[in-house]
């Protein structure tokens, strides 16, 4: 099977305090700040998961965009699902957070603010909640690169042992952020809703991720 | 003791954002670990941090940190009789 038969199924967008899946607003809190508009996401789509309050911001809106994803791979073993993601800003939000906790005058270094300071933690908390055990790797680029998202899509579903990758942009830095996932997988006849099935292209990555990019 | 305990449910809460749990939710002499809480590792870390950023007191060993924070209320003695 080559990348041709393959699909971009599910989108989640989350960006300026609005929620988006396949292109349908779900939620939209424009007069909350990102930490309550956070833990509002939380109450409305995981609502049982208290590990999610010690997640740093990365982690909280990777489990938000897979909580909406995951009826896309509920079905699927997880040894057969591989997550790819990419950002920016690696995890300097949370860095310069831990930075704050060993400052010479006040140096009270913060284990749980630590155990965050690397970007694919996010990649592991997904891992865990979803029992994920395929591929995974986080690749960090000044912009979206759609020809290296691509590629490493494509190479990971052209093993036979990948059914599905979790994939996309995942971006924050203090209160500006960014998250855009999606879910590629191969095509086959038992899906229904061809319409909303976007064809799995390196152009159609640029368009999907260019179309939420100014809101 | 009383004022201490009920000022260490409120740091522990916010020390581990403990989101949804209130100062009445916590049992001063329930285990904090695996019962009680449900705390991990990370957080144990995180609460011997915090008597020594709060109350200038030093946990010096593993065994000694195992009984301190067994409870709440292990931890208010420990903080009680270890006080500068």
Redesign the interface.
């Known amino acids: 099977m080559n990348s041709t038969n393959y699909i971009i199924s599910k989108q989640c967008v989350i960006t300026s305090n609005k929620l988006f899946v396949n292109n349908k607003l779900i939620d939209n809190y424009s007069e909350i700040n990102f930490n309550e508009f956070l833990?509002e996401l939380y109450h409305e789509h995981i609502k049982s998961y208290?590990k999610?309050?010690?997640m740093d911001n990365l982690s909280k809106l990777g489990i938000i965009a897979a909580e909406l994803l995951s009826d896309e791979f509920k079905n699927i073993n997880g040894k057969n699902i591989s997550i790819v993601l990419m950002n920016s800003a690696s995890s300097l939000d949370t860095d310069n957070n831990f930075q704050k906790t060993i400052m010479p005058d006040n140096y009270?270094?913060?284990?749980?603010l630590f155990?965050y300071t690397l970007p694919n933690i996010v990649v592991g908390e997904i891992c865990i909640k979803h029992k994920i055990f395929g591929e995974t790797a986080f690749f960090i680029s000044e912009h979206f690169d759609e020809k290296l998202m691509y590629n490493v899509i494509a190479n990971v579903l052209n093993n036979a042992i990948t059914e599905l990758v979790f994939a996309g942009w995942i971006d924050v830095f203090e209160n500006n952020y960014y998250v855009n996932l999606f879910v590629v997988k191969k095509n086959n006849e038992l899906l229904v809703n061809q319409n909303e099935l976007v064809n799995f292209t390196t152009e159609n990555l640029k368009l999907l991720f260019n179309k939420y990019c100014n809101i | 003791m009383d004022e201490l305990v009920e000022k260490l449910k409120n740091e522990i809460i916010q020390a581990l954002n403990l989101e949804d749990i209130k100062p009445e939710d916590i049992d001063p002499t329930a285990p904090l670990f695996i019962e009680g809480l449900g705390l991990d590792s990370i957080d144990a870390l995180e609460l011997i941090v915090l008597i020594e950023k709060k109350y200038g007191i030093k946990i010096e060993s593993a065994e000694d940190g195992k009984k301190v924070l067994y409870s709440v209320n292990t931890m208010a003695e420990f903080i009680h009789k270890n006080k500068k």
């Open positions: 833990k208290p999610y309050f010690k009270f270094p913060s284990p749980s155990v």
